[in-house]
């Protein structure tokens, strides 16, 4: 296929998702004004029954937990079939002596901000992954947080520092246990008896304390790792690919 006729393929593409975009935007009822019956039940229900003041969490997590897990995997999937694509390329050399030098050229204007908030990024990240029974947060949020701390690490140029702390076997192994810890936790509730997911870990005394929600807590800090290894190995992967160059 010609690159012109991939542009041409790409803007249809586009212009359907656009116009179902468009479509789906132009049905949604107004800011405050939602329709529907289950959002004052899950308002009224959902602290008294799971302990998690996180609302949004508790829905994520536990009253549609296995929609999420789908969610979950169509990332693990995404990830592990781009890692797949790209390490085939791995007979490429490197088209600079990037082993000399631990960093590439970065202007110091976006290199400096970029390795100041990679340490507040972190923290931010963690703090949101493990406070999803408290607050709307939850592993998808925090789990991106953590993985732009590490790629502040890269846009500062540091791409040696970048590929050292993100090992491909470390990053697999992350992903697979993240992903493969969401999983197992709803295969623990139906070895129990219970339904698929169910929260069968102590609620806690306390409504909104970090020790509380049971599960969810739990598996947000799965769905975390799994979300930060996978856009971790992402972009780590396309990095490795603008070092690299086919042989003739």
């Known amino acids: 296929m010609s690159p012109r006729q991939r542009l041409v393929l790409f803007t249809v593409a586009m212009a359907g998702l656009a116009a179902c975009f468009a479509w789906a935007v132009a049905g949604l009822p107004g800011f405050g004004n939602y329709p529907g019956p289950y959002g004052p039940v899950i308002l009224h229900d959902a602290v008294g029954q799971t302990h998690a003041t996180g609302v949004v969490s508790a829905v994520n997590f536990e009253y549609r937990g296995f929609d999420t897990v789908g969610e979950e995997f169509i990332l693990f999937a995404a990830a592990a079939g781009l890692s797949v694509v790209l390490r085939r390329l791995r007979d490429e050399r490197e088209s600079r002596p990037v082993d000399n030098s631990n960093r590439l050229p970065v202007p110091d204007s976006v290199r400096v901000p970029a390795l100041i908030f990679t340490g507040p990024t972190v923290l931010i990240g963690w703090w949101l992954a493990s406070h999803a029974q408290t607050n709307p947060?939850?592993?998808?949020?925090?789990?991106?947080?953590?993985?732009?701390?590490?790629?502040?690490?890269?846009?500062?140029?540091?791409?040696?520092?970048?590929?050292?702390?993100?090992?491909?076997?470390?990053?697999?192994?992350?992903?697979?246990?993240?992903?493969?810890?969401?999983?197992?936790?709803?295969?623990i509730a139906l070895a129990m008896g219970l339904p698929y997911l169910d929260n069968f870990v102590?609620?806690?005394?306390?409504?909104?304390?970090?020790?509380?929600?049971?599960?969810i807590p739990l598996i947000s800090f799965f769905v975390g790792l799994e979300v930060a290894a996978a856009f971790v190995a992402i972009i780590g992967e396309f990095g490795e690919q603008t070092l690299l160059v086919r042989r003739s």
């Open 137 to 187: 947060s939850g592993g998808f949020q925090g789990g991106i947080m953590l993985a732009s701390a590490l790629i502040l690490i890269y846009l500062a140029g540091e791409f040696i520092a970048f590929r050292r702390l993100s090992p491909v076997a470390l990053l697999d192994a992350v992903e697979a246990v993240g992903a493969g810890g969401f999983a197992v936790i709803g295969l």
């Open 202 to 215: 102590p609620l806690g005394t306390i409504p909104g304390a970090v020790s509380s929600g049971g599960t």
